[in-house]
């Protein structure tokens, strides 16, 4: 509830909303339940008992048309939200006070979550980090998100809500940081003996700082190949931030399509070749020669019968 992005900024802001709207019966509620326990309490001889009484047309007007009209506005606020806010939505403002210039092109960040330590690649910068991530204040930032083994969940509360990162899957982000700082970022599902350690600093900087910060990262000197990711991606714990100086351009793909051993086949190709094979049945089963023998064979099996 402290956001300093602006998709954070909007969800907070929804929830805000959508709060006191629900109190809007809540209180009502509460305050009339404590009000009739003391009005009608037994020892008040005062209180008007009218046993016979079953019916108020007023009352239920209110009873039935106040939670409806709720029901309703929240019902728009939801529909609005989710498209408004929908994660695979590109950014269309940088803060409710700036609409984003035209021709802005977004930062990408391809997000790994590994047991237990995540890796974030910058393929434009040809960089890449273990659990450390920065990114300039006021620019759009498409995060590409996926995970090596099992489901995890990519969350920076200060920047927008959580995403899911499962293996063989991407999934995406467009958020943006609007106030320098440093904040936290996590693992918000469950994944194993080392969830708990599963956290990173999130770096929102100015643009001169940022690249500075890249060039430090191209002066590591190491660079982040097939060999060294398998390397990387075995289980560890409480993994110390590192940076790497390249990249393999395909690294991500592979890591997606899991392929990233010698020898194994990527899931796209395998995808691709079963489409190929479902297609070359398919106008076999229509050929003339395939026409042909179905009726031969149709026609023998009658005549067998």
């Known amino acids: 509830m402290n956001p300093s992005g602006d998709i954070a900024a909007q969800q907070a802001n929804l929830v805000v909303v959508s709060t006191l709207l629900m109190l809007l ?3 009502p509620v509460i305050a009339l339940t404590l009000f009739f326990a003391w009005r009608y309490r037994a020892s008040n001889t005062s209180a008007t008992y009218d046993p016979d009484w079953d019916h108020s047309t007023k009352l239920e007007l209110v009873i039935w048309g106040a939670p409806l009209l709720i029901i309703i506005v929240l019902g728009l606020l939801t529909w609005i939200s989710t498209h408004k806010l929908d994660p695979y939505r590109p950014l269309s403002r ?20 590994l047991d237990w330590k995540w890796l974030f690649i910058y ?22 998100i996926t995970a090596s083994s099992v489901m995890n969940s990519f969350y920076i509360p200060a920047l927008a ?23 936290d970022g996590f693992s918000a599902n469950f994944s194993g003996d080392g969830f708990s350690h ?5 770096h929102g900087v100015s643009q001169g700082d940022f690249d500075q910060w890249v ?22 714990e409480r993994e110390p931030v590192r940076h790497y100086a390249g990249v393999s351009a395909d690294l991500y793909e592979a890591i997606l399509n899991r392929c990233v051993g010698d020898g194994k086949t990527c899931i796209n190709k ?4 079963d489409i190929v094979r479902a297609r070359t049945a398919a106008e076999l089963c229509f050929t003339p020669q395939a026409k042909t023998f179905s009726m031969k064979t149709e026609n023998a099996s009658a005549n067998a019968n």
């Open 94 to 113: 940088i803060d409710e006070n700036r609409p984003l210039a035209a021709g802005v092109k977004p930062i990408e960040i391809q997000v790994v979550a």
């Open 215 to 236: 060039q430090k990262a191209k002066g590591a000197g190491n660079t982040l190949d097939r060999v060294s990711y398998l390397e990387l991606e075995k289980p560890s």
């Open 123 to 144: 393929p434009e910068q040809g960089i890449a980090t273990v659990n450390e991530l920065v990114t300039p204040v006021d620019v759009p930032v498409r995060f590409k």
């Open 25 to 27: 019966i809540v209180v």
């Open 270 to 273: 395998m995808v691709a070749d």
């Open 161 to 183: 809500g959580q995403i899911y990162a499962m293996p063989s899957m991407e999934t995406e982000l467009n958020a943006v940081i609007n106030k320098v700082g440093v904040y």
């Open 198 to 202: 599963m956290r990173f600093k999130y």
